[in-house]
């Protein structure tokens, strides 16, 4: 079945600067990537998602990118604010009614 | 906007007495999907529910677990005797379409198993 594989598990930046959380996964036929935020003690809440016939999708200050060849995408974003603190999941998923599988998360924490 | 409610928020039980958890889906949504996250680990499918029956099912969804849609709102997982690594989050989630659409989670419902 798929795999996810989520880096860094933590992350620190200041207010202003940049994050980016990578993924690989080890299906190949997975053609759906979302990426979910999850505020504390919350339920995961998508923020972007692209799909296999796309290399890139932009949302205001987030970003995703997707390479097909090498099997991993990446999530971008600009100008973090302390709002964006969460964690942030990735995750692939097959065509049909195959499921969604999720990488371990990646703690983002924005620093004022 | 439409949103998955889900109940108890919160529940604590002692080891081996079953558990109900209890979802409603968004009204429109035709899948729905049972994940499990234990504290600081990731997501984790359980198991997928399309036309009143198990669609998909992970190798956690063994005999003590069950889903029901039992009347066109509900969906339930039950934990038939629940043991200690029972204890995580359990959220529901519902999609309108299969291949296009977005899943939509509920906050969860949080299990101690004492």
């Known amino acids: 079945g798929e795999n996810v594989e989520q880096h860094p598990s933590t992350l620190s930046v200041q207010e202003g600067d940049s994050a980016v959380i990578k993924c690989t996964y080890s299906?190949?036929?997975?053609?759906?990537f979302p990426w979910y935020k999850q505020e504390l003690g919350k339920g995961p809440q998508l923020i972007i998602d692209?799909?296999?016939?796309?290399g890139e999708k932009k949302d205001q200050r987030i970003a995703v990118t997707l390479n097909k060849t090498a099997k991993h995408f990446s999530l971008h974003i600009t100008e973090t604010q302390p709002e964006d603190s969460a964690v942030y999941f990735c995750?692939?998923?097959?065509?049909?009614?195959?499921?969604?599988?999720f990488g371990k998360g990646t703690r983002l924490s924005v620093i004022a | 906007e439409p949103e998955v409610t889900q109940t108890p928020s919160h529940q604590v039980t002692q080891m081996g007495q079953e558990v109900i958890l209890r979802c409603v889906p968004i009204?429109?949504?035709?899948?729905f999907y049972w994940y499990r996250q234990i504290l600081g680990q990731k997501v984790e499918f359980l198991v997928s529910?399309?036309?009143?029956?198990?669609?998909?099912k992970s190798e956690i969804f063994d005999d003590q677990f069950s889903v029901e849609r039992p009347d066109g709102s509900n969906f339930t997982l039950k934990i038939r005797s629940t043991k200690l690594e029972d204890s995580a989050m359990y959220f529901c989630?519902?999609?309108?379409?299969?291949?296009?659409?977005?899943?939509?989670f509920g906050e969860g419902s949080r299990l101690t198993v004492l």
């Open positions: 989630a519902s999609r309108e379409l299969l291949n296009t659409g977005e899943l939509f």
């Open positions: 299906d190949s036929a997975s053609n759906y």
């Open positions: 692209i799909r296999s016939n796309v």
């Open positions: 995750a692939a998923k097959g065509s049909g009614n195959t499921p969604l599988v």
């Open positions: 009204s429109n949504h035709l899948y």
């Open positions: 529910f399309y036309n009143n029956e198990i669609s998909e």
